[in-house]
């Protein structure tokens, strides 16, 4: 169970932007992204940016980046950010209810469904043998983040106060030895390895272990989503400094996800790109 909620205004309103892009070498986008809004009856789809108010729907964004063979990569993330629509409903009346607690239940059900869907898929249709699909997923109710993530997708928490952590694992040998001080950011970047994932929605394997928290925010803090696209293209400094410096003029109406795409593509990202991000705003700002 989190601990005790962090303060913040319940009408603290959410200002959010997405965008994907195929990059310069692949034929088809494999990546995709989800933003919806949701209460205890229905289930909105969100445009590519926007601003509104919490205070009587939860929010939630998502990226998937799919893998397969032709086009069932494609269609491997499709499936998963759709399918998420599914038990949102569900999730508002929980946590509505006050019952913090059960969130890990349910998207660990969530990502047990859609990973039960990619390997039947994978089984009864011989161009979609295992077909696969990172998923990170961010749902924000009042006062906390829950998030839930599997495969080297990631999520990346930039509190008012400064700095930038990543908050999921990548599931893959390269990120455990980072995350053990054994690699550096370049090393992990380098190393020939670093796209084999251990974990993935599909992919033929039987079992998944998703990683969930949870995350209290407050107004002035941001959130990115993104697919391994991005960070192929910029460091993390990059995508901080992106994040939190507003941009010149002559760039002042692309929005941040733009931007950061634009900043992967400038610097070699050879991947499909997607980033969408928050940011938490008080009722006044």
């Known amino acids: 169970m989190p ?3 962090l303060p913040t205004a ?7 932007s997405g965008l994907t892009d195929k990059g310069p070498v692949r034929l088809n986008n494999e990546d995709a992204f989800l933003g919806v809004t949701f209460d205890g009856h229905e289930v909105r789809y969100l445009g590519k940016t926007g601003v509104a108010s919490m205070s009587s729907s939860d929010f939630v ?6 893998m397969g063979g032709a086009k069932s990569g494609e269609f491997a993330s499709r499936i998963a950010v759709e399918k998420i629509t599914q038990l949102l409903p569900k999730s508002y009346r929980l946590s509505a209810s006050g019952i913090s607690s059960g969130f890990q239940d349910l998207l660990t059900e969530l990502f047990e469904a859609i990973h039960h869907e990619l390997l039947k898929l994978g089984q009864a249709y011989e161009e979609c043998a295992g077909m696969g699909a990172t998923l990170s997923l961010c749902w924000f109710s009042p006062e906390w983040m829950y998030f839930a993530h599997i495969g080297d997708s990631r999520i990346y928490y930039l509190p008012k106060e400064g700095g930038m952590t990543q908050i999921t694992y990548d599931h893959s040998q390269v990120g455990w030895m980072r995350r053990a001080g054994q690699l550096n950011e370049r090393e992990a970047r380098a190393h020939p390895r670093r796209n084999v994932l251990n974990q993935v929605l599909g992919g033929g394997n039987p079992f998944i272990d998703p990683h969930i928290g949870a995350v209290g925010y407050r107004p002035g803090d941001h959130f990115v989503i993104c697919s391994d696209g991005l960070v192929d293209g910029l460091w993390d400094h990059h995508i901080e400094t992106t994040v ?3 941009p010149p003029p002559e760039q002042a109406t692309l929005s941040t996800a733009q931007l950061l795409i634009n900043g992967a593509l400038e610097n070699a990202s050879r991947d499909n790109i997607t980033a969408v991000v928050v940011e938490i705003l008080s009722a006044t700002s």
């Open 3 to 5: 601990p005790p909620p």
């Open 10 to 16: 319940p009408s603290a309103r959410i200002l959010w």
């Open 61 to 66: 964004f998502a990226v998937s980046d799919g």
């Open 244 to 246: 939190r410096t507003p």
